[in-house]
């Protein structure tokens, strides 16, 4: 990548870089500065740069970086020990970069072009030196007609190439000539061959030294960069088509840009409409949604439009890399000598190979409107087709107690206390707490019961209502205490065409209260779910896809059930068909969501607890099914959860611990 020198008096009368002057002036042109190269260096992705700009990029970076994010495409380029300034510069480039210069000299007819071997000669006065009339491509100077003369006359210059300044301003001769194309490694040797197994001009010492035969295919130079020169050029016409297809992407990107700013526009004028329509009724309620609304759709507008952004700034690199690699390999195909062909032959094409196989996605359809919605009289709520979720709630937790050993399920009393279901070895019991956090009773699940099912470990808990317990665990039965913990009577779940024995292996676990009192209870031997009244009277029952380990009712009389063993959590209707499938949270994989207990707001937010994996409670949006955010991950090993009466905590069976957490809307 050798360049001839170019004086300062050249470079400084460089005029402002317009690429609507000339395209192809990209390859000549800085981006940063947007003026001629000035000391140039070219990056991996073939874009160059002046030295000193690339300097001034790179110190926003720090200290110690060892690779240079293309400021034009934000490609990575690798950078040498000696950081910028090592960087070398595309051949062809420099060449054209110095050849513009001259070109635009010799185009000005007011300066005078001064004779700069007088000037080497020690007089630098204007009246001390005279007007050029050649210039020598060898030696890099303009020559008055005293210096000429003396170049033909000296044996070591004569042979160098003089032209006039008018045959060059004529265009009929060439503005500079190649650059000697020596090896770096060994000085004086020409590079006259090519090492086809490492892309690179060699020299003879080279071919047998570094790049030996048969280890390495070697070539000539003239027929490899003749070889590569079509190689290049069928690239680039293949790559016309990617060119098209980013510059529709790119289209289509600012057409969703100026979609988003209408719809966002039509949505306030919808807002002010709804405000002013209700404004009589209920003015402080309204005020109060109408700013929560706006805060909502402007936070919508904002997110969108930085992501239509970024996805532009994406494509706008990525086709200034591929114009810029497009432009190399047309113009060094077609003007380059065969050393700088050969020379960028590997960079050029694996630019154009790399660009070729990124993927791009097709044009994204068309934004939806944004629309609103009455669900009570003075309160607008936005409902749109680019997601909009319900606020995320965060959870604070201002308690712990308990020592529990297999803390499962967990329920919350009109008092405040708390009732939380637990096993060790031969003991089974349902620990009651206080509201401050102190054990005021146990009851056994055992005491009073014979048959199968007699020692189990408890499982899931509900208080019912009418002041009694009902609780499952490892049985095929739901148990029934008073509520000072008196055993009462035991019931099998299934239909009363198929019940069950003291025989039966069935084991009922999932345990919850519906809207109308009824007891939900699921078998998960059996893949059912029965509703059953307190008395033990059949409902209904119905066959569930996943195993009801955990269970819990919505406000709409659906039901939702959990299995860990499944990794699932669905809603299901009356009949057992589901309706909504939980995902997995955002970057939790399938194999780290292990859901456990579940509970539903009246508001339609679900919380979910995941014991393994990535651990936490996290909340969902019943309509829809929509993942909200991890509401809190300060917990171990959650099992069963339960909202408090006033849904304004949660309660969480952490294991061996039950955790209170406040609840607060971010």
């Known amino acids: 990548m050798a360049a001839a020198m170019i004086t300062e008096a050249e470079a400084s009368i460089t005029p402002k870089y317009s690429s609507a002057d000339d395209p192809a002036d990209d390859l000549i042109h800085c981006s940063i500065c947007r003026e001629l190269l000035q000391d140039p260096r070219s990056l991996s992705c073939l874009h160059s740069f002046c030295l000193k700009c690339l300097q001034q990029h790179i110190e926003y970076a720090g200290k110690g970086v060892t690779s240079l994010s293309c400021p034009t495409c934000s490609t990575e380029t690798k950078l040498p020990s000696g950081g ?68 033909k006359t000296f044996k070591l210059l004569k042979h160098h190439p003089l032209f006039t300044l008018d045959e060059l301003r004529s265009g009929k001769v060439p503005l500079s000539l190649p650059d000697q194309n020596t090896c770096q490694k060994h000085k ?22 570094a ?65 002013d329509s209700v404004k009589k009724q209920m003015l402080e309620i309204l005020e109060k949604a ?42 060094v195909t077609q003007k380059g000598t065969e050393y700088e062909i050969a020379a960028v032959y590997a960079s050029v094409t694996s630019s154009l190979k790399e660009l070729s196989e990124q993927k791009l996605e097709t044009p994204a359809p068309k934004l939806g409107k944004v629309k609103f919605r009455m669900i009570k009289p003075g309160l607008p709520v936005m409902n749109t087709l680019l997601e909009l979720y319900p606020p995320e709630m965060k959870m604070n937790e201002v308690k712990e107690f308990g020592n529990l050993v297999n803390g499962r399920g967990i329920v919350c009393t009109e008092t405040g206390s708390i009732m939380v279901a637990n096993f060790s070895g031969s003991e ?32 899931c808990i509900v208080l019912h209502p009418n002041g009694r317990i009902f609780g499952t665990g490892n049985t095929q039965h739901v148990k029934q205490y008073q509520g000072d913990g008196t055993y009462v009577n035991r019931y099998s779940t299934l239909s009363p065409d198929n019940v069950a024995s003291d025989a039966d292996d069935s084991t009922v676990q999932g345990l919850a209260i519906d809207n109308d009192d009824n007891l939900i209870v699921g078998n998960v031997t059996k893949k059912y779910v029965s509703i059953k009244k307190p008395d033990g009277t059949h409902i209904t029952s119905m066959h569930v896809p996943i195993k009801p380990w955990f269970i819990s009712a919505t406000s709409a009389d659906n039901i939702i059930i959990s299995s860990y063993e499944e990794r699932a959590v669905h809603v299901i209707d009356r009949t057992g068909k589901v309706l909504i499938t939980f995902n997995p949270p955002d970057g939790v994989d399938q194999a780290a969501w292990n859901p456990t207990g579940i509970c539903c707001s009246k508001d ?26 991890c509401n809190t991950n300060d917990v171990t090993q959650p099992w069963g959860l339960a909202l ?11 294991n061996t611990r039950v955790k209170i957490f406040e609840i607060k809307i971010e």
């Not at 010799?106 to 700069?116: N, Q, R, S, W, Y």
């Not at 004086?188 to 030294?209: Q, R």
């Not at 790559?239 to 988003?260: G, W, Y």
Request: aromatic letters at 6%; glycine letters at 6%.
């Open 644 to 654: 408090s009466k006033d849904e304004k905590k949660l309660a969480v069976a952490d």
């Open 188 to 209: 004086g040797e020409i590079l006259m061959f090519y090492c086809e197994t490492c892309d690179v001009p060699i020299c003879s010492k080279c071919a047998v030294i």
């Open 84 to 151: 910028v300034a090592d960087l070398g510069v595309i051949a062809f480039v420099s060449r054209q970069r110095n050849e513009r210069l001259i070109r635009e000299k010799l185009a000005d007819e007011v300066a005078k072009i001064m004779c700069t071997n007088c000037e080497e000669a020690g007089d630098t006065s204007s009246s001390g030196r005279s007007k050029a009339v050649t210039r020598c491509f060898e030696c890099d100077e303009y020559l008055c007609e005293s210096c000429t003369k003396m170049h």
């Open 290 to 331: 109408y700013k929560e609304s706006k805060d909502k759709l402007k936070e919508f507008k904002e997110k969108n439009l930085t992501m239509l952004r970024n996805k532009s700034d994406e494509l706008n690199g990525r086709r200034s890399r591929l114009q810029i690699t497009r432009m190399l390999a047309k113009d």
């Open 428 to 459: 089974f019991y349902y620990h009651v707490y206080s509201d401050k956090g102190e054990l005021s009773s146990k009851i056994s699940t055992s005491s009073g019961i014979t048959g199968r099912g007699s020692a189990s470990s408890p499982w």
């Open 211 to 275: 790049h030996r035969h048969p280890e390495h295919k070697q070539a000539e130079l003239d027929n490899a960069a003749a070889e590569r020169s079509k190689t290049i050029q069928e690239l680039e016409k293949e790559s016309a088509q990617i060119a098209i297809k980013i510059d529709e992407l790119i289209a289509s990107n600012e057409e969703l840009v100026l979609q988003l700013k209408e719809v966002s526009s039509e949505a306030n004028t919808e807002l002010d409409k709804t405000r």
């Open 604 to 629: 339609g937010n679900v919380f979910i607890a995941n014991y393994q994996g990535r651990v936490g409670v996290y909340q969902y949006d019943l309509k829809g099914g929509k993942y909200i955010g």
